[in-house]
């Protein structure tokens, strides 16, 4: 075997070495040219409300509690070098030594699996870098590693790395993680605490206490042994700190105002830029929304206090604006610190009788008005394919004889929207559904009409925004501007133009129809569905009510705002606590009434071609002065009730009773009288 000359070996390790130098020089030279790099924390992503005050700040990895070097204990510092860079104060960014040894261990096992990173690499890894181990991201660390120490003090460092790194959990910075795990300041943790927080960074999945405490345990020990070894404290501080059995008060931090709708901000603001969440939480943006603090606080305030505290049921809500669809206020579920799963966004759930509106909007187009009767009694639909449905109303009640349009919406009568589902053809309400802005998959089949496809409370609302609106379709969103940290506008929402959907007439015909609801005039072989909440309402408000086995809701509008609310439970479970049924309800009436307080009452535009009349509500006919019930209803011209209603007319009925007995003989006559 032949050797290789001496002379070239030199040569080739100089080269190696010559190359090495110029490297750095040029990384070196390359970061003192670009200056120091900035900060996340001065690029902070500021929300704002509608009124241009500040309901959240978004760092991305950068704390919300950021303490100065100072302001945090020393032995938090000091463990935190003794664990995770011994030479900190000694080297310029990089600790050789360590490099080397770990780079032997990555070449013999073939993989990035062992690390050597110092604090300023860790720190800017969460600054500026993702967490992937590939040989270009660790060049990049590099890069940022020299900027940092080039620009800023170890202090500086030390103060950022402390204040960013990540404790698992949503938790970064060492404030942060101990109000996580403790539920306390860190000036306030005890030796066995930092040394078991100090821990964790290394892996945060591996060496949380709460994943696995043996792990922690242990790391925890490696920590206090190397703090001794450091004569940073004695043995007898050590073997105290392992004796404490630590007690976890798990406190999830949460933003103060609408949490839910910040997360769907963050989204939208992300989908209109066309850049990460990430990017948008750290790129120094302003983001100008459309949320209404006091409606906020006011649509939390009635859940709280309607839901049982000891009730594990969920709730959604959304209220809007009608005309422009801007978001007022949301509820994504009772407490985001426990899930921050967005109920009102994410949730599809079957919303019962609040479909039917949509089924009687297709079918006032199709012949039917207010006063248009069906028989209300059990009833059996066959099936083209020989199958049969039968539905049944709440409670298994009634009416056993023919009733109006405008009382079977008012009392949900089952059985006559499904024979009207059926009369139009169970298309008709598909394709009306997607008039109203629902895209799904629904089922063109009976049951559709008692809403037994899944969708939105965002969705839901939206399409009875339509109604509240005139007809025209409604495009939620939350944000109305943005301007970048330079003060430029990146993004602002162009004047709603919105388009004509619903016929004006038939859209105001159905939500005169709605506001029977809560009219006990229309009261029949049951109450008015919203009979329970129409003491509570000062305004004239139209909605609709549904339910399922394991679903409540309660939607509704004034000509200012709709408001979707959803309660149930994530598992589907049923509701059986009869209570729990109404809480749609009452969260919707206290919430609505809180929100038009001190307002005139607005009323629903009427358009031209629509005539108002009396009508007895049993028989849809015109009411008399005999009739002992009346509400004024509305029909398109041409198509109103022309005959009055007979059924109370007192004097035909007596004339009628006269003419009978005088046929009868005198016993009959003295057998009625009696019996």
């Given at each position: 075997?032949?050797?290789?000359?001496k002379?070239?070996?030199?040569?080739?390790?100089?080269?190696?070495?010559?190359?090495?130098?110029?490297?750095?020089?040029?990384?070196?030279l390359?970061?003192?040219?670009?200056?120091?790099?900035?900060?996340?924390?001065?690029?902070?992503?500021?929300?704002?409300?509608?009124?241009?005050?500040?309901?959240?700040?978004?760092?991305?990895?950068?704390?919300?509690?950021?303490?100065?070097?100072?302001?945090i204990?020393?032995?938090?510092?000091?463990?935190?070098?003794?664990?995770?860079?011994?030479?900190?104060?000694?080297?310029?960014?990089?600790?050789?030594?360590?490099?080397?040894?770990?780079?032997?261990?990555?070449?013999?096992?073939?993989?990035?699996?062992?690390?050597?990173?110092?604090?300023?690499?860790?720190?800017?890894?969460?600054?500026?870098?993702?967490?992937?181990?590939t040989?270009?991201?660790?060049?990049?660390?590099?890069?940022?590693?020299?900027?940092?120490?080039?620009?800023?003090?170890?202090?500086?460092?030390?103060?950022?790395?402390?204040?960013?790194?990540?404790?698992?959990?949503?938790?970064?910075?060492?404030?942060?993680?101990?109000?996580?795990?403790f539920?306390?300041?860190?000036?306030?943790?005890?030796?066995?605490?930092?040394?078991?927080?100090?821990?964790?960074?290394k892996?945060?999945?591996?060496?949380?206490?709460?994943?696995?405490?043996?792990?922690?345990?242990?790391?925890?020990?490696?920590?206090?042994?190397?703090?001794?070894?450091?004569?940073?404290?004695?043995?007898?501080?050590?073997?105290?700190?392992?004796?404490?059995?630590?007690?976890?008060?798990?406190?999830?931090?949460?933003?103060?105002?609408?949490?839910?709708?910040?997360?769907?901000?963050?989204?939208?603001?992300s989908?209109?830029?066309?850049?990460?969440?990430?990017?948008?939480?750290?790129?120094?943006?302003?983001?100008?929304?459309?949320?209404?603090?006091?409606?906020?606080?006011?649509?939390?305030?009635?859940?709280?206090e309607?839901?049982?505290?000891?009730?594990?049921?969920?709730?959604?809500?959304?209220?809007?604006?009608?005309?422009?669809?801007?978001?007022?206020?949301?509820?994504?579920?009772?407490?985001?610190?426990?899930?921050?799963?967005?109920?009102?966004?994410?949730?599809?759930?079957?919303?019962?009788?609040?479909?039917?509106?949509?089924?009687?909007y297709?079918?006032?187009?199709?012949?039917?008005?207010?006063?248009?009767?069906?028989?209300?009694?059990?009833?059996?639909?066959?099936?083209?394919?020989?199958?049969?449905?039968?539905?049944?109303?709440?409670?298994?009640?009634?009416?056993?004889?023919?009733?109006?349009?405008?009382?079977?919406?008012?009392?949900?009568?089952?059985?006559?929207?499904?024979?009207?589902?059926?009369?139009?053809?169970?298309?008709?309400?598909?394709?009306?559904?997607?008039?109203?802005?629902?895209?799904?998959?629904?089922?063109?089949?009976?049951?559709?009409?008692?809403?037994?496809?899944?969708v939105?409370?965002?969705?839901?609302?939206?399409?009875?925004?339509?109604?509240?609106?005139?007809g025209?379709?409604?495009?939620?969103?939350?944000?109305?501007?943005?301007?970048?940290?330079?003060?430029?506008?990146?993004?602002?929402?162009?004047?709603?133009?919105?388009?004509?959907?619903?016929?004006?007439?038939?859209?105001?015909?159905?939500?005169?129809?709605?506001?029977?609801?809560?009219?006990?005039?229309?009261?029949?072989?049951?109450?008015?569905?919203?009979?329970?909440?129409?003491s509570?309402?000062?305004?004239?408000?139209?909605?609709?009510?549904?339910?399922?086995?394991?679903?409540?809701?309660?939607?509704?509008?004034?000509?200012?705002?709709?408001?979707?609310?959803?309660?149930?439970?994530?598992?589907?479970?049923?509701?059986?606590?009869?209570?729990?049924?109404?809480?749609?309800?009452?969260?919707?009436?206290?919430?609505?009434?809180?929100?038009?307080?001190?307002?005139?009452?607005?009323?629903?535009?009427?358009?031209?071609?629509?005539?108002?009349i009396?009508?007895?509500?049993?028989?849809?006919?015109?009411?008399?002065?005999?009739?002992?019930?009346?509400?004024?209803?509305?029909?398109?011209?041409?198509?109103?009730?022309?005959?009055?209603?007979?059924?109370?007319?007192?004097?035909?009925?007596?004339?009628?009773?006269?003419?009978?007995?005088?046929?009868?003989?005198?016993?009959?006559?003295w057998?009625?009288?009696?019996?």
């Open positions: 075997m032949r050797l290789w000359p002379k070239l070996i030199y040569k080739i390790i100089l080269s190696l070495v010559a190359t090495g130098i110029l490297s750095f020089a040029v990384i070196y390359a970061a003192f040219l670009m200056g120091p790099p900035k900060l996340v924390g001065e690029q902070a992503t500021i929300i704002y409300d509608q009124q241009g005050e500040i309901i959240g700040e978004e760092r991305g990895t950068h704390t919300k509690h950021w303490l100065s070097l100072d302001e204990p020393p032995i938090v510092a000091d463990a935190a070098i003794a664990i995770e860079d011994q030479h900190f104060f000694d080297h310029h960014g990089f600790d050789y030594k360590r490099i080397g040894a770990a780079v032997l261990e990555n070449i013999t096992s073939a993989s990035l699996k062992e690390g050597a990173s110092t604090l300023t690499q860790q720190y800017a890894r969460n600054l500026f870098l993702s967490p992937e181990k040989w270009t991201r660790k060049m990049k660390e590099a890069f940022y590693t020299v900027r940092l120490e080039m620009f800023y003090s170890k202090e500086e460092i030390l103060e950022g790395y402390l204040n960013t790194i990540y404790y698992g959990h949503g938790a970064y910075g060492i404030e942060s993680a101990s109000n996580y795990f539920n306390k300041s860190v000036t306030d943790l005890s030796l066995a605490e930092v040394a078991m927080l100090t821990g964790i960074p892996g945060p999945t591996y060496y949380s206490p709460l994943n696995d405490e043996d792990n922690a345990k242990e790391r925890q020990q490696l920590i206090l042994q190397n703090l001794v070894q450091k004569k940073i404290i004695s043995k007898k501080e050590q073997t105290a700190a392992l004796q404490v059995e630590l007690t976890y008060s798990v406190t999830q931090e949460s933003p103060e105002i609408a949490p839910f709708f910040q997360d769907v901000v963050l989204q939208e603001a989908s209109l830029l066309k850049l990460d969440p990430s990017d948008i939480k750290t790129g120094g943006y302003q983001i100008h929304t459309t949320l209404n603090r006091n409606l906020q606080q006011q649509l939390e305030d009635k859940t709280s309607t839901i049982n505290d000891k009730s594990e049921i969920e709730t959604a809500a959304i209220s809007m604006d009608p005309h422009t669809g801007a978001v007022l206020a949301m509820v994504g579920g009772r407490d985001y610190r426990q899930s921050t799963y967005n109920r009102a966004i994410d949730a599809k759930r079957m919303p019962g009788s609040t479909f039917k509106p949509f089924l009687y297709a079918a006032l187009h199709h012949g039917y008005t207010a006063s248009t009767q069906l028989m209300s009694k059990p009833t059996t639909f066959e099936m083209e394919n020989g199958e049969v449905y039968q539905p049944s109303n709440f409670n298994g009640y009634y009416a056993n004889e023919p009733i109006t349009l405008a009382q079977a919406l008012a009392l949900s009568d089952n059985i006559y929207a499904v024979k009207t589902n059926m009369y139009l053809g169970t298309e008709k309400l598909t394709k009306t559904a997607e008039q109203f802005g629902l895209n799904g998959d629904f089922p063109a089949v009976p049951s559709l009409a008692l809403g037994t496809a899944s939105s409370v965002e969705a839901m609302t939206a399409a009875y925004g339509m109604l509240a609106n005139g025209k379709e409604v495009d939620t969103y939350t944000i109305g501007k943005i301007t970048d940290r330079h003060g430029k506008d990146v993004y602002e929402r162009e004047r709603d133009r919105s388009e004509q959907i619903l016929d004006p007439k038939k859209t105001f015909i159905l939500t005169h129809l709605m506001t029977g609801m809560f009219d006990k005039e229309l009261n029949g072989y049951t109450s008015v569905t919203g009979s329970r909440i129409a509570k309402l000062t305004k004239l408000y139209a909605g609709k009510s549904g339910s399922t086995n394991s679903d409540s809701w309660m939607i509704g509008y004034s000509p200012s705002n709709v408001t979707g609310v959803w309660t149930g439970y994530d598992d589907n479970r049923n509701m059986e606590v009869v209570s729990e049924s109404a809480y749609a309800k009452e969260i919707w009436a206290t919430f609505m009434e809180a929100a038009h307080a001190g307002e005139p009452q607005d009323v629903f535009a009427m358009p031209s071609g629509i005539v108002g009396p009508i007895d509500p049993a028989t849809g006919k015109i009411a008399t002065p005999d009739c002992g019930n009346s509400r004024v209803m509305y029909y398109e011209k041409g198509t109103e009730p022309r005959s009055y209603c007979t059924d109370h007319n007192t004097l035909e009925k007596d004339m009628e009773y006269i003419e009978d007995t005088e046929e009868k003989g005198v016993f009959e006559r057998f009625d009288a009696f019996f």
